[in-house]
């Protein structure tokens, strides 16, 4: 058995077996699945799309329908050892809200997310004028579910802000392969980037 997306590559190295996983904005629910069968996690996904939460139970993956704007009230503090977001934070409402209730639910967390300040991005806005279209920004400005788009430094200045300690960072281009460039100037070079953060 094997990932097919290259960050939740990275992602499955920094679970330990036996965690308890919640796994927000789950989609098809590949992580979790992968993470049963392979480190025996014990963990939930959340999702809203039924068609996504369907496929998910053809797994044997335990899934709630949940809308993630409206927040984990219905878990409990320190009730998981690791909260993971993929792809998602962007476009949440409050993604420092969300930092916050994850790590409110879980020992620690991962989230991904695209990096506005990655040179292609900054040499299409210059050059075009446009707002950038990628492989990790894929949607017009119009029909983008991305609402708050950020940076490395964005998102490392929040933590610090909040008093987060950030445990992991990986950084890479959009199929998450780390490269000299990416590791001296992540802010520069880096398309993507998966944190592991904690209190």
Known sequence: MSLNRPD???????VKPNDKVLDLGCGDGE???????TKQVHGYGLEIDPDKI???????VN???QNLDAGLTNFKDQSYDLVVMTQALQALRRPDMMLEEMLRVGKECIVTFPNFAYWRCRFYLALK??????KSLPHTWYDTPNIHLSTFRDFEQLC???RFTILDRAVGNGAHET??????????FGELAIYRVTR
């Open 8 to 14: 939740l590559k990275i992602i499955q190295q920094w």
């Open 31 to 37: 992580l979790l699945h992968y993470l049963q069968q």
């Open 54 to 60: 369907t496929t998910c139970i053809g797994k044997g």
């Open 63 to 65: 899934v709630i329908q």
């Open 129 to 134: 004028g446009e707002m950038p279209v990628s």
């Open 160 to 162: 610090k802000d909040r």
């Open 179 to 188: 490269h000299l460039a990416s590791k001296l100037w992540p802010n520069l």
